[in-house]
């Protein structure tokens, strides 16, 4: 399985942009796919996850009203919508997934694929 997330960028407060994680090498029906993030000098966090089958989702409190998760089944890609950025949300954004879909899980440990990252800069 390879993820492959692309679209960071710089980008001032306020502005809006699209991630994308383009997965393959896999059948990916079961999977829970999701966004975590780390910003400089932290830990990597949860951002938000979409489960394939069904479409349900769930966001970090931090994401809650500005992000949007969501896939193309026909592309085989997640996208994370991100609006209202903050310079508090500058971080490399790393696309994950979870092959066993147990349900919702918020732990790097909890992953068992993930994508190289893209750079995400919100300056003020």
């Known amino acids: 399985v390879q993820l492959q997330a692309s679209g960071g960028g710089l980008l001032q407060a306020g502005g809006s942009l699209r991630l994308s994680c383009a997965c393959s090498?896999?059948?990916?029906?079961?999977?829970?796919m999701a966004w975590f993030r780390q910003p400089p000098g932290k830990e990597r966090e949860f951002v938000a996850a979409?489960?394939?089958?069904?479409?349900?989702?769930d966001y970090a409190d931090s994401a809650k009203g500005r992000f949007t998760i969501s896939g193309d089944n026909a592309k085989n890609t997640v996208y994370l919508q991100m609006n209202s950025l903050l310079p508090e949300d500058t971080a490399i954004y790393y696309c994950a997934a979870d092959r066993w879909g147990r349900g919702f899980r918020y732990g790097v440990h909890e992953y068992d694929y993930w994508g190289q990252g893209t750079l995400v800069t919100v300056s003020s």
């Open positions: 979409l489960r394939w089958r069904g479409g349900s989702t």
């Open positions: 090498g896999g059948s990916f029906t079961r999977y829970i």
